[in-house]
Structure formats: structure tokens, C-alpha cells
């Protein structure tokens, strides 16, 4: 869980640059929400039972899903002292559509490599 710590002061100091309100507390909720769902789903919804339910990136989306409703309920308590579920959902919306466009971005970026080395065989 202590890898994500780079990532998550990074993000405080651009939000700090850019001039929007980014509490420290978010620092430490967005890689504990994380921590906690992919603990959960490894629980839940073990990857290595004898028929997998899903395929690696479906797995990956749950846990992607799961993370961002705990992130976006920490931050939304966090930021407003009360749970203001708009904003919750905005948190999440956002969060998985980083995820989409990521796993997108990966999955063309693997290909490509495949080609690549089918190219360099040739």
C-alpha cells in the first residue's frame, strides 16, 4: 500500500500548483480505498478458483470499480464533513473513466508491441 504514497503527494503538490483545494487527508483515503478493494475482491472473488468467473480484465475492472466507490465516499466525507452523494458519483464516474481510457491505452500498447515483434521476426 506504501508504493502508492509517491503517486498520491505528487497529485497534492500539481492540484497545489494548479490552485485547487486538495486536502492532505486525501493523500492518505484515495491509496487506503484502494488497499481495502483489492483486498476485498482477492477475498470475494478469488482469481485462481478452478473456473474463473471472469477474464483478467474483468477482474481488474471490479476491483477498479470497488476502489473508486470507496475512494469517492472517503473524499466526498473527507472534503465536505457529510456524504453528498452527486459528488460521490461524480468521483466515481471520473475514476472509471480514467480506468477505460487506461486499460485502452495498455491494450493497443500491447498489440502494438505484438506487431512489432512479429515484424522484427520477419
Given at each position: 500500500?506504501?508504493?502508492?504514497?509517491?503517486?498520491?503527494?505528487?497529485?497534492?503538490?500539481?492540484?497545489?500548483?494548479?490552485?485547487?483545494?486538495?486536502?492532505p487527508?486525501?493523500?492518505?483515503?484515495?491509496?487506503?480505498?484502494?488497499?481495502?478493494?483489492?483486498?476485498?475482491?482477492a477475498?470475494f472473488?478469488?482469481?485462481?478458483?478452478?473456473?474463473?468467473?471472469?477474464?483478467?480484465?474483468q477482474?481488474?475492472?471490479?476491483?477498479?470499480?470497488?476502489?473508486s466507490?470507496?475512494?469517492?465516499?472517503g473524499?466526498?466525507?473527507?472534503?465536505?464533513?457529510?456524504?453528498?452523494?452527486?459528488?460521490?458519483?461524480?468521483?466515481?464516474?471520473?475514476?472509471?473513466?480514467?480506468?477505460?481510457?487506461?486499460?485502452?491505452?495498455?491494450?493497443?500498447?500491447?498489440?502494438?508491441?505484438?506487431?512489432?515483434?512479429?515484424?522484427?521476426?520477419?
Amino acid at each position: 500500500m506504501f508504493y502508492l504514497l509517491p503517486a498520491s503527494y505528487l497529485m497534492l503538490v500539481l492540484s497545489a500548483q494548479a490552485g485547487i483545494d486538495f486536502k492532505p487527508w486525501f493523500v492518505i483515503v484515495s491509496p487506503v480505498a484502494c488497499y481495502i478493494g483489492v483486498e476485498l475482491v482477492a477475498r470475494f472473488l478469488p482469481e485462481r478458483t478452478p473456473p474463473r468467473r471472469f477474464p483478467k480484465w474483468q477482474y481488474f475492472g471490479i476491483i477498479a470499480f470497488l476502489s473508486s466507490v470507496l475512494n469517492s465516499l472517503g473524499i466526498a466525507l473527507v472534503s465536505k464533513q457529510e456524504l453528498e452523494l452527486l459528488v460521490a458519483i461524480g468521483y466515481v464516474i471520473g475514476d472509471m473513466a480514467g480506468f477505460f481510457v487506461c486499460l485502452l491505452i495498455v491494450m493497443y500498447a500491447f498489440r502494438f508491441a505484438r506487431l512489432l515483434a512479429k515484424a522484427s521476426d520477419a
